[in-house]
């Protein structure tokens, strides 16, 4: 009697009439990774492992090059990925030591600006006020 669960993941737990050849044990699918038969399910026993495959058919043609390249591609993005990490990691305390001195750079500017600003603001003022006095003292001695 077959016993399944309820699910289309090929790589459940799933219980099948096929006995292991070798102990008798009730077997599971699994499905292959390897080069030789990238997805290919096959009956596996819990203490022996592989047994029989479920497919007799050995999947050959695109699926396997398709398979193939797919695992590939995957291998080189992973690579890639760990290389632009290990960059980054290294390359940006680099990278930040030079924006905070960009920084403070821009910052001590805007600082000497505004101290001239303000130097520029308190003559001004002290000369309007000293010209508000000149002209109040005018008016003064013209109305005595």
Known sequence: MVSQSSGSDVNSNRSWDPLCSTCGRVTTVAKSWTNDNPGRRFYKCVVHGFCN????HSPYGWQKVSLLE???EIKQLKESLRAMNEQMVSGS???LLK????EKK???ISVMAATEREKMLRQFILL????FIVVIGLILAMGK
Do not use: H, Q, V
């Open 53 to 56: 495959w479920a497919d007799e």
């Open 70 to 72: 797919a695992i590939d």
């Open 93 to 95: 305390n680099t990278d």
């Open 99 to 102: 924006t905070e001195d960009e």
């Open 106 to 108: 821009k910052l001590e």
């Open 128 to 131: 309007s006020w000293g010209g």
